[in-house]
């Protein structure tokens, strides 16, 4: 359980709080490349950390984020016309450019300099992988460009997708480092789905179903560990990655593309579930790609034109219980995404955490409240920067291995668990 | 594998009529919804046994065992804690003496603190008792010189093993577990 004064620190994100600030030490995604897939295309809304903001791509390629609302009346700069380097609102013509900077005011003479005394504030927005990437801090903290392997592998590597999830980014992202209800919740999948399925580790998750956790300190966050009894007295390990505050990865499977996460606040009350894949040494297949974007593995379908899943709260997820019967899916929704969003938006948009009976297995998420917990007081406090944001703790990677019974994981794969160009993920 | 192997995804159809209240489907899911949930604990208080197995441990553990906990017993193990393989002597804050038998009986919860594996015998007693009594266990390794040692002497005998970089989780987890 959490008092409601520590659940009030780690689920409000806002500028005003300290949580909120601490977002603002991260990059974070903001948008999916191919949202502004030209020069000049349509401008696209966007919320974050509860700031309602508008991106576009002006006629030389750069990319904006800035104030949604026009400074003059308040209009949304959605209905904007993004034409000649710049945005401009359709109701009296102000224009902006990609810094938010106003660049005309056609009612006022342009020797006034009037315009030059109008900004929005704005962020950068900057491509990597196929992900834009913002960061909505102040400038003297900014860190390096993002690092992660995913977004700095080749393009022919790598696929990203994102969804609305209705629920605060918290409970959202304790899922993702919650490895004791993959034996349940999703439990059907393994032998279905065509990203998973197939890999020579299966076998252990099916033949142990009790896994016993280990969860292990590390600089950026934290290492969790599920291991299963294997051959020979050895054990099988599956080992999590969670760097802070929401990157969280999932072990591999054979030689299939790795996948994880990035939870982040939209508002309080919703968050974006970015999922990505890709594979460190080699172009996913035709059929792999088709599967990430027909929904199977970490993605989903979608409403159509929205990243709202098909499944949603509005039709009760799809919920099939004959499928649930004859053994198909354990929880009766379709699709480990949405399998773990129904439970997680079904807590309420933010999960009252006073209530909650948490036991041993959960040391996992406790830790990770307790690193975000002293994190944020430390940043609030002292200054110091907060974990993950240096590129050195991103250079993460999920592992599946079997070890010999009297190893610490962490040490037996120290070099499995950092980004080694050019080699394998280490998997079974 | 090519295109057409792909399963084609269900389409599941909802069973149920319509809901006509909101509360009878998933979108009650609202903060607003969240208000009728009923105000009733929905659990029992639990003791928590929470051991150190060294010098070191012990000190982490009574710096912290005068906050106002709900049911933790900090405990040490005895000068002389072995008088059989099935028996382990401890140390209770007051300086009482106690047994482990008689400890296993009443708690619900034993958490073993190590920050060294000299106690390797005391944790492999402790372990096996406890899963005989079906206690459940967990085990925290404050990190040290020699972490591969006591991971070693814990993992046999701990359900779930943390290895923390400061003493700072031991309260943060007992309070998680309402301890």
């Known amino acids: 359980m959490l008092t409601r004064e520590v659940n009030d620190l780690l689920t409000q994100t806002g500028a005003d709080r300290p949580m909120g600030q601490m977002f603002r030490r991260y990059w974070q995604p903001a948008l999916l490349a191919s949202e502004l897939p030209d020069d000049d295309c349509p401008p696209v809304r966007v919320k974050l950390l509860g700031e309602r903001l508008i991106a576009f791509r002006d006629s030389k390629g750069r990319y904006g984020l800035m104030d949604e609302f026009c400074a003059h009346r308040g209009v949304s700069l959605w209905f904007g016309r993004n034409e000649q380097d710049g945005l401009r609102c359709p109701y009296h013509g102000w224009k902006y450019d990609y810094t938010g900077q106003c660049i005309e005011v056609p009612s006022e003479p342009a020797e006034s300099g009037f315009c030059d005394k109008i900004k929005l504030k704005g962020y950068p927005l900057v491509k990597v992988g196929d992900v834009l990437w913002t960061y909505m801090g102040d400038k003297e903290h900014r860190p390096p460009l993002p690092a992660w392997e995913f977004c700095n592998v080749p393009a022919e590597q790598t696929f990203t997708s994102k969804r609305w999830q209705e629920s605060n980014w918290l409970q959202a992202m304790e899922g993702g480092i919650d490895s004791s209800h993959v034996s349940f919740l999703h439990s059907g999948s393994l032998q279905t789905d065509p990203l998973f399925r197939g890999a020579a580790g299966n076998k252990y998750n099916q033949a142990d179903r009790k896994p016993v956790f280990e969860v292990v300190d590390a600089p950026g966050g934290l290492f969790i560990g599920a291991r299963r009894n294997a051959e020979d007295g050895q054990y099988y390990w599956r080992i999590t990655p969670w760097v802070m505050p929401s990157f969280t990865m999932v072990p591999p499977r054979g030689d299939h593309p790795v996948h994880g996460h990035f939870w982040v606040p939209i508002d309080d009350e919703n968050c974006w579930a970015w999922s990505f894949d890709y594979h460190p040494t080699r172009a996913l297949s035709d059929h792999e790609r088709q599967s990430m974007i027909d929904g199977y593995g970490v993605h989903n379908q979608y409403v159509p034109g929205t990243f709202r899943p098909r499944q949603n709260k509005d039709n009760d997820y799809l919920m099939d219980r004959d499928a649930q019967r004859r053994g198909e899916t354990y929880s009766g929704v379709w699709g480990i995404a949405l399998q773990d969003a129904s439970l997680q938006e079904s807590m309420g948009p933010i999960v009252d955490r006073t209530k909650e009976n948490l036991v041993s297995t959960d040391n996992g998420i406790i830790m990770a409240r307790h690193r975000l917990k002293k994190a944020v007081q430390a940043m609030m406090k002292t200054g110091a920067t907060p974990p993950g944001i240096v590129p050195e703790h991103q250079q993460v990677r999920s592992v599946a291995a079997v070890l010999p019974a009297d190893k610490p994981f962490a040490e037996a794969c120290r070099d499995d668990l950092r980004v080694r160009p050019g080699v394998k993920q280490t998997s079974v | ?179």
């Not at chain 2, 002389?80 to 047994?99: F, K, M, Y």
């Open chain 2, 1 to 179: 594998m090519h295109d057409d192997d792909l399963e084609p995804h269900p389409e599941p159809q909802p069973t149920f009529a319509r809901p006509t209240l909101l509360n009878s489907c998933a979108r009650a899911a609202t903060a607003s919804e969240a208000r009728f949930r009923v105000p009733y604990a929905n659990s029992l208080p639990r003791v928590s046994s929470i051991i150190a197995l060294d010098a070191a441990s012990a000190a982490m553990m009574a710096a912290i065992s005068e906050d106002p906990w709900k049911g933790a017993r900090f405990l040490t193990l005895a000068q002389q804690p072995d008088i059989s393989p099935n028996e382990v002597l401890l140390t209770g804050p007051d300086g009482a003496g106690l047994r482990l038998t008689d400890e296993l009986a009443t708690t619900d919860l034993v958490v073993m603190i190590a920050t060294e594996s000299r106690a390797e015998k005391q944790a492999e007693t402790i372990g096996r008792l406890a899963r005989g009594a079906a206690v459940m266990t967990a085990g925290i390794v404050v990190a040290g010189v020699d972490v591969e040692a006591v991971v070693q002497a814990l993992r046999p005998n701990a359900a779930v093993l943390v290895i923390a970089s400061d003493a700072d989780y031991l309260p943060a987890m007992l309070t998680a577990m309402r301890a």
